[in-house]
T-cell receptor, first 112, second 116 residues
Framework: QKEVEQNSGPLSVPEGAIASLNCTYS??????FFWYRQYSGKSPELIMF????GDKEDGRFTAQLNKASQYVSLLIRDSQPSDSATYLC????????????FGAGTRLFVKA | EAGVTQFPSHSVIEKGQTVTLRCDPI?????LYWYRRVMGKEIKFLLH????????ESGMPNNRFLAERTGGTYSTLKVQPAELEDSGVYFC??????????????FGSGTQLSVL
């Protein structure tokens, strides 16, 4: 079982729609959860982080965490073509000594 | 503030050759990480420096890989001799001093290594 699992996609949504990206993790002791965005050929860039159960909103982005289900999601409202990128879910936990563990990423295409 | 810098951006070498990748972290960032992404797979941890000390090298594939961070500034990752399976994108990331469960990583743009 992979430590952090994501659907590789691609996920295609029309401009203006809500994009929903999902992630599950295996280490129940995980503490912190991150979403990095990576444009093609560029470096991953942190866009959201969440530590507690529930929702966290930042502009058009909402991160959701459910520790009981070991599930993290990222919602992008009013999706724009410029949101087209690979979104990487990342987790920090006790297992492995607080290393940041990444999922393989979900490719998102927002169609104009 | 300058970001994390890596070079070369691309390297194409033949099997058996040596390649050295370099990473300059953000100034003041004590933590420096090397990660690797093989096509279609997740970004995998290779090793972690705190200043000049190796804290965790559990992700290094084998002894053909050697990482250094002399003086606690820039780091190099040498692959010698390179094998076909070493191909991928090598990312460097850095973070501020201290470390905990809220660590936020700043990535370089990566080195695309192709071993032919």
């Amino acid at each position: 079982q992979k430590e952090v699992e994501q659907n590789s996609g691609p996920l295609s949504v029309p401009e203006g729609a809500i994009a929903s990206l999902n992630c599950t993790y295996s280490d129940r002791g995980s503490q912190s959860f991150f979403w990095y965005r990576q444009y093609s050929g560029k470096s991953p860039e942190l866009i959201m982080f969440i530590y507690s159960n529930g929702d966290k909103e930042d502009g058009r982005f909402t991160a959701q965490l459910n520790k009981a289900s070991q599930y993290v999601s990222l919602l992008i409202r009013d999706s724009q073509p410029s949101d087209s990128a690979t979104y990487l879910c990342a987790v920090i936990g006790f297992t492995g000594g607080f290393k940041t563990i990444f999922g393989a990423g979900t490719r998102l295409f927002v169609k104009a | 503030e300058a970001g994390v810098t890596q070079f070369p951006s691309h390297s194409v070498i033949e099997k058996g050759q040596t390649v050295t990748l370099r990473c300059d972290p953000i100034s003041g960032h004590d933590n420096l990480y090397w990660y690797r992404r093989v096509m279609g797979k997740e970004i995998k941890f290779l090793l972690h420096f705190v200043k000049e000390s190796k804290q965790d090298e559990s992700g290094m594939p084998n002894n053909r890989f050697l990482a250094e961070r002399t003086g606690g500034t820039y780091s190099t990752l040498k692959v010698q001799p390179a094998e076909l399976e070493d191909s991928g994108v090598y990312f460097c990331a850095s973070s501020r001093p201290g470390r905990g469960t809220n660590e936020k990583l700043f990535f370089g743009s990566g080195t695309q290594l192709s071993v032919l």
